[in-house]
């Protein structure tokens, strides 16, 4: 049994074709997480920043802040993402926001190394969480339309996302677990972000906790990651994890590498983001 262990920092950056700019300001976030990537606004900016650094970085993440329809405004950059693949070894993660039929024909002419979709499975969230005028099927929808593209994508969920309630998450897991072509799923976990609206949340870990018990059931627990985004004192929730044998855990405490070493658990770090 092997547990991966991911340390993206400077060798896997995460890149901004918005730099610092979001229409949604999504309650949770309100762009505080922009203000930590590096900003790549045009094509030119992204590639400029790669043959700067291509000796230095094992590939990066492709993201940015989104449109008011939820998008991230990625369209512009596929003739840059295309040269990199082809000039390159960099391995390439696109975060990609909501998609729909077009988005996967430039996304497929892009021929990224994967995807990283944000699922939220409860229309009120989306709603009032995210601001956007939506539904729930417009995010399963997507998931279909990616699992049929044949791109190599992971749905990512974040835990707790309504305010720390935790009830949505279940019937979404449930969801994704009758998709077929999935990498991975990565769970994440609101994360109390000062400066935001969340940033009094209470995160309940038993929560958290029986969600990744029952992720672990109804898919597996070898698909499984703990992401990079969670409240990083739920050692609890990690000591699970590893007793559950999930495929890995972004940047785990030093008790938990200590608890694997303990059980002689062989443990592969990894310079890039989890979905790999």
């Known amino acids: 049994m092997a547990v991966y262990i991911y340390y993206p920092g ?44 291509k000796h230095r970085i094992n590939g990066f993440l492709l993201s940015g802040g989104s449109t008011p329809e939820g998008k991230v405004p990625l ?60 539904e729930r099927e417009d995010y399963f929808r997507a998931l279909e339309l990616l699992d049929s593209s044949k791109i190599p994508y992971s749905p990512h969920i974040i835990i707790g996302l309504d305010y720390g309630k935790v009830y949505w998450e279940f019937e979404t897991v449930e969801f994704i677990s009758q998709l077929k072509n999935f990498s991975n799923i990565v769970l994440l976990v609101l994360l109390p972000t000062p400066g935001t609206l969340m940033q009094d949340v209470i995160i309940d870990e038993k929560s ?52 694997m070493e303990e059980l002689e658990i062989k443990v592969e770090r990894r310079e890039m983001c989890c979905v790999f």
């Open 208 to 259: 958290a906790i029986e969600v990744l018990k029952f992720t672990s059931r109804v898919i597996s627990a070898h698909k499984i990651v703990l992401g990079c985004m969670r409240p990083r004192n739920l050692i609890n929730l990690e000591k699970v994890a590893v007793d559950l044998g999930i495929k890995g855990i972004v940047m785990p405490s030093l008790k938990t590498i200590k608890y």
């Open 10 to 53: 400077k060798r896997f950056p995460s890149l901004s074709v918005t730099g610092k700019f979001c229409a949604l300001r999504c309650k949770h976030c309100m762009g505080h997480y922009l203000q930590h990537m590096i900003p790549v606004e045009t094509p030119e900016k992204l590639l400029e920043f790669v043959k700067k650094n």
């Open 75 to 134: 369209k512009k950059f596929v003739d840059a993402i295309k040269w990199i693949k082809e000039n390159t070894d960099l391995v390439v993660n696109i975060h990609t926001g909501i998609v729909d039929e077009e988005d996967i024909k430039y996304l497929k002419d892009m021929n990224p190394d994967h995807i990283s979709f944000d699922v939220i499975g409860e229309s009120s969230v989306i709603r009032e969480v995210l601001g956007l005028n939506g």
